[in-house]
């Protein structure tokens, strides 16, 4: 099992960064697919960006392309995402998730509210 922590959202302005981080603890954290996740209001929780175990290989949803980035620190048991060049439609609770074969387990979610 592994404990997810996730920080770093906050209000920013059109066109603004911000860096998401997502602290694990609990469980081998190099054995876990790490991903980021959103929901915004009336909508379904959608994928945002996914890295495998080593970090070699990332996918992105196509709405966020060439702005936010996935890393991943294996040896400080943490996942980030840095998100440039933000858009209001970008406004969500972003939630952290790991996948391994015990199971998939989510943090509580950090807030990004992207408006002027």
């Known amino acids: 099992q592994v404990q997810l922590v996730e920080s770093g959202g906050g209000l920013v302005q059109p066109g603004g960064s911000l860096r998401l981080s997502c602290a694990a603890s609990?469980?081998?954290?190099?054995?876990?697919?790490m991903s980021w996740y959103r929901q915004a209001p009336g909508k379904e929780r959608e994928l945002v960006a996914a890295s495998t175990t080593a970090g070699r290989s990332t996918n992105y949803a196509d709405s966020v392309k060439a702005r936010f980035t996935i890393s991943r620190d294996n040896a400080k048991n943490t996942v980030y995402l840095q998100m440039n060049s933000l858009k209001p439609e970008d406004t969500a609770v972003y939630y952290c998730?790991?996948?391994?074969?015990?199971?998939?387990?989510w943090g509580q979610g950090t807030q990004v509210t992207v408006s002027s």
């Open positions: 609990g469980s081998t954290f190099s054995g876990f697919r």
């Open positions: 998730n790991a996948f391994s074969w015990t199971g998939s387990y």
